[in-house]
Every structure is written in C-alpha cells, then in structure tokens.
T-cell receptor, first 116, second 120 residues
C-alpha cells in the first residue's frame, strides 16, 4: 500500500521569501511518480509539478521545485519568491505501478499562508 | 478544450435519495477517476476506469456505482445517499502510458472543478 505523509498542517511565509513544504512517502513499488497540487480557496485542484522516481534531476517548474531525496523517501516542494496568490492548500500525491495504485494517493495537505 | 467538466456544482439531497454526478472530458484520456475530499483530509479514491467498459474500486467504494460506456463520460451514482457521503467530489482524467514504468508525466491527472454534495 502507498502512503503519503504531510506533517505540516499549516505554514506561514513572508511575501518574497522561499518556503519548503514537506512530504514523505512510502511504497513498495520500484517505479512511481510524485506530484504536487495546489488547491486555492475556490476549490479547484491545480497541478504544479511532477517527479519520476527514476529522474536523476530534481523537477522544476517556474518558481516551484521539487527536492527529491529517494533514499529518505521525501519529495518536498520549494516555492521561491512567495506571492500572495500562493496562499492555498498544497497536496502531495503519488502514483504507483498498477491497479488502484496507478491512480493518486494523497497526503492530508498543508495550508500555506503568505503574509504581506 | 473544456478539459474535465462536472455537473452539478452543488447539490443537496435527503437521506435515502439517489443521484448521479456527471463527469466528462474532451481530451481523449483513457484513465478517469472519482475522488472525495472531506474536511482536513486529502482526496481519497472512490472508483476508477482505465478505459471504456472497464472500472474498478478504489479506497472508499461503498455506496457508489460507476460505469464507463464511452471514453468521454464517467458518471458516479449514489444509490441511497447517507449523511456520511457529504463531501466534495472530484473527477479526474489522464492519459494512459501502459508499459511505461511509473507512467511518466503524461499520466498527470487533471481535475474537474468539483461537486459539493450535502446530504441531510
């Protein structure tokens, strides 16, 4: 079974500073994908970034980067130069190899608040 | 492209009533899934489909039925609504890259806007 753990229910960051949102995972699959989604107060789920388990380089998408440490089973999201619009709930998720595991398993989320 | 669409956006039901949540996608995605999101929790998989005519259960399937007669549509049926089914329901879809280990970024799931369901 797959499991995602996000230990930070809430985080605060000052505008223009960087912030790291923690995510650890557990799986017996050798190959898997890791995802981060953003959910603003309006409720939609917005895909941010993807990291494959065999990718040697950390994924980056604009101000988002994923700090992937395979041996530690962690996939932390780093947001650089935070903006007020980054205030939202952030979910880490993973996808395994087969069956229902090939759909997404989500963590409980981190509520990020960016302070002006 | 409209992406993934869901109707209705909001619904109130009485205990014991049945209803169907609609989901459609116009991206020719093979995979479609239903998730529910409860307060303070992440999304949990209800049912999923890997192609027309093929469905399977996720983590929390009880009380829900699905069918997939076309690639585009994946309705979720509540058979006899209960207050425990009060939740926000998300439909998602993605390409299938069967045979590619781990699926790759092409299997990124894209979500509909959600349906808020209140069961009294």
């Amino acid at each position: 079974a797959q499991k995602i753990t996000q230990t930070q229910p809430g985080m605060f960051v000052q505008e223009k500073e960087a912030v790291t949102l923690d995510c650890t995972y557990d799986t017996s699959d050798q190959s898997y994908g890791l995802f981060w989604y953003k959910q603003p107060s309006s409720g939609e789920m917005i895909f941010l970034i993807y990291q494959g388990s065999y990718d040697e380089q950390n994924a980056t998408e604009g101000r988002y980067s994923l700090n992937f440490q395979k041996a530690r089973k962690s996939a932390n999201l780093v947001i650089s130069a935070s903006q007020l619009g980054d205030s939202a709930m952030y979910f880490c998720a993973m996808r395994g190899l087969s069956g229902s595991a090939r759909q997404l398993t989500f963590g409980s989320g981190t509520q990020l608040t960016v302070l002006p | 492209n409209a992406g993934v669409t869901q109707t209705p956006k909001f619904q109130v039901l009485k205990t014991g009533q049945s209803m169907t949540l609609q989901c459609a996608q116009d991206m020719n995605h093979e995979y479609m899934s239903w998730y529910r999101q409860d307060p303070g929790m992440g999304l949990r998989l209800i049912h999923y489909s890997v192609g027309a005519g093929i469905t399977d259960q996720g983590e929390v399937p009880n009380g829900y039925n699905v069918s997939r007669s076309t690639t585009e549509d994946f309705p979720l049926r509540l058979l006899s609504a209960a207050p425990s089914q009060t939740s926000v329901y998300f439909c998602a879809s993605s390409y299938s890259t069967s045979g590619l280990a781990g699926g790759g970024p092409q299997e990124t799931q894209y979500f509909g806007p959600g349906t808020r369901l209140l069961v009294l």
